[in-house]
């Protein structure tokens, strides 16, 4: 019994992450093959979370989205990080020195999982808490792997690398290069590789060894190469008070 118990475990959470990487509702059809279970034992698996508010669904509608109960396992999540309310703080003054929008992120595998944002003064952007991106194309995910060895960041990535525009490094090797690059210089920096228009400095946080959480910082692509420079010292400097903060208070 205990294999089919972690089967269904295994398979509820499947359903949750496809239907929360979906900008739209799904149907059980549409669930079905992405995610190739049998339509009976989803079936069930469904009725049973909707009854649980895990997914919900309009009444005579037969497409399926993240329930209210997600919601609140996520927001227990970042309740209960005691890195994230110094991150709040580091990521509003570095908004207040800088104008653009900026991000607090973890590394999650092969992805970066958006914990905290502060949005440009100038304009409304969409907060990406909660996000899960590829780590290949985000300066944040970069910024990380770069603390990797190259042979764990090969065993770590998918292959092909996943392209979210026509910019994103799909190639190991060219990605390793441009690893080698942010050890170099200090951060990361990629251009419209995961946002048509927008380009991205990030820099890890050095508080755990190798680091899992980063700040970044999104502009227009085409701000000239000294702005960008600008940005990115302002990005270090305060990324390095925040690490030192956390060192100090002793979160690990």
């Known amino acids: 019994m205990e294999p089919s118990m972690v089967k269904s475990a295994e398979r509820t959470v499947r359903i949750l992450e496809t239907l929360a990487a979906s900008p739209e509702r799904l149907t059980l059809s549409e669930l079905q093959q992405r995610t190739g279970f049998p339509r ?13 508010k895990w997914i919900e669904t309009e009444p005579g509608v037969s497409s399926f989205g993240i329930g209210p ?35 607090f992120a973890r590394r ?30 985000t300066a944040l995910g970069q ?34 290069d441009e690893l080698d690059q942010v050890r170099a210089r200090g951060y990361a920096l990629e251009r419209e590789q995961g946002t048509p ?3 991205c400095v990030a820099v890890a946080v050095d508080y755990r060894i190798p680091a899992t959480d980063a700040i970044s910082c999104s502009m227009p692509a085409g701000l000239p190469h000294e702005e960008i420079e600008r940005i990115a010292e302002a990005v270090i400097r305060h990324t390095r008070r925040f690490a030192a903060t956390l060192r100090r208070e002793g979160i690990r």
Not at 110 to 123: I, K, M, Q
Not at 152 to 157: N, Q
């Open 40 to 52: 009976s034992s989803l079936h069930a698996l469904m009725r049973t979370l909707v009854e649980l």
């Open 69 to 103: 109960h997600a919601l609140l396992t996520g927001t227990a999540y970042l309740d209960k990080d005691p890195a994230l309310p110094l991150a709040h703080d580091a990521l509003e003054d570095l908004r207040e020195e800088i104008g653009h929008t900026v991000h």
């Open 108 to 137: 999650d595998d092969a992805h970066v999982l958006y914990l905290a944002t502060r949005e440009s003064r100038d304009r409304h952007a969409i907060s990406r808490v909660g996000r899960r991106l590829p780590a290949s194309v």
């Open 143 to 176: 910024a990380l792997l770069a603390q990797l060895t190259d042979d764990e960041v090969a065993a770590l990535l998918p292959d092909p690398l996943p392209a979210l525009t026509g910019h994103s490094i799909t190639d190991l090797a060219k990605l390793t």
């Open 197 to 199: 228009g927008v380009a």
